[in-house]
């Protein structure tokens, strides 16, 4: 079962309930996992290069929402990237925003995810060069997730680090303590301040939105009195503690670059217009438990999760930022290697010249060569005669 079963099922009766909120932008991405891998985006023929058996391949929407189209889009990245991998230990830190903030950032997506960026980005560079806890220049990289595992709106940012940075004169290499990186109530203090103030400077310039009962808030005074509970609680920044080298770090992020809210495996039955899928419950040492929800309300919360057009959803900080990991990216390399740590060749599995082809032969298991492409129309040229007994 995929989630384009699920859309099938809903019919017109969920466009027609979910007017009020239905946008063209999910039109767009539920017509593209609707298509994908179907004759309607045409094809290509592949031949075995041992044997020559042919098979026709239906290509894929590349939507960035599709939970079909990621693996490929996740091995490229992974490829990419592995260039740019430090032989050192890695830490994973997650900055997590509020529940309160979850209708305003729905009203508001582009500002107020651009904003979690840059209040995540800020707080870990600002922590890391202070003297008094890592006292070095880090470089790392952040992605955005918006869901959790029951697909409700939970924004949070996965930062991917080395465990350890370059001193401020860039003479050397400064490696975090091997328990924690970065004191985690101190992330927390300065993350939250960051943000907090980050909201009242787009609200003074008139760039954030406000509709149904946050209307109120456009006042600067209302939003401020909205604003002060969220200082009498903690925020939420997990940090997990140092762990492996590069090959490790290249698999562990394969986790997280490429996720869609949910994807085909998860599900588990469509029947009487409910749909049962899989979540891993995390208050309950991650066990693994179903749900079931009405068609329409599983769509309303996959849909919740679509990002704005263009929205850039991994970006890069600090020496890995691409204006500046051209000169310190090479630096980074060599004070590690005078260090005695050399570099690890980290080449994602199934990706590389040397890697098993991804496509092999059904016949005799040898690899599929591509031989030509077809168009949506001549596929429909290709398929077989309806029968006599068919026809209208």
């Known amino acids: ?42 094809g290509h023929v592949d031949a075995c290069s041992k044997c020559g058996h042919e098979a026709v391949s239906f290509n894929s929407c590349r939507n960035r929402h599709c939970p079909k189209c990621q693996a490929n889009a996740r091995d490229r990245w992974l490829e990419a990237r592995g260039k740019d991998l430090l032989p050192t230990r890695y830490v994973h830190v997650v900055f997590t925003l509020p529940r309160q903030l979850s209708p305003l950032a729905l009203q508001n997506k582009r500002e107020i995810y651009a904003l ?13 060069r202070d003297p008094k806890h890592l006292g070095a220049e880090i470089g790392f990289f952040s992605v955005l997730h918006t869901w959790n595992q029951k697909l409700q709106h939970h924004p949070h940012v996965h930062c991917v680090v080395p465990a350890g940075g370059l001193a401020p004169d860039h003479s050397r290499w400064i490696d975090s303590q091997r328990k924690f990186f970065l004191p985690v109530c101190v992330l927390k203090e300065v993350f939250r301040g960051k943000f907090v103030e980050g909201l009242k400077k787009l609200q003074a310039e008139h760039k954030l939105a406000f509709h149904g009962t946050l209307t109120p808030l456009q006042n600067p005074k209302a939003l401020a009195a909205w604003l002060r509970p969220l200082f009498r609680s903690s925020w939420v920044v997990y940090s997990k503690r140092p762990f492996g080298g590069a090959q490790h770090a290249l698999r562990y992020l394969g986790q997280y670059t490429h996720r869609v809210a949910i994807s085909n495996h998860r599900l588990v039955a469509l029947a009487d217009g409910m749909v049962t899928f899989r979540w891993r419950d995390s208050a309950h040492k991650n066990k693994k438990r179903l749900m079931t929800l009405p068609v329409d309300e599983f769509l309303r919360r996959f849909l919740l999760h679509v990002l704005p057009p263009g929205f850039v959803r991994i970006r890069h900080f600090g020496f890995l930022a691409h204006r500046r990991r051209r000169a310190l990216l090479p630096l980074c390399m060599r004070l590690l290697a005078e260090s005695g740590r050399t570099r690890v060749e980290a080449a994602p599995e199934g990706a590389g010249p040397s890697s098993p082809p991804l496509w092999t032969c059904p016949q005799c298991g040898g690899p599929m060569v591509l031989m030509g492409r077809l168009s949506a129309l001549d596929l429909r040229m290709r398929s077989p005669p309806v029968p006599a007994e068919q026809q209208p």
């Open 1 to 42: 079962m995929e989630v384009a079963d699920i859309i099938r099922a809903a019919g017109e009766s969920f466009f027609q309930s979910s007017q009020k909120w239905f946008t063209w932008l999910h039109l767009k991405v539920l017509n593209a996992i609707l298509r994908c891998r179907t004759a309607a985006l045409g």
């Open 116 to 128: 979690l960026f840059r209040a995540s980005a800020e707080t870990m560079l600002q922590v890391a």
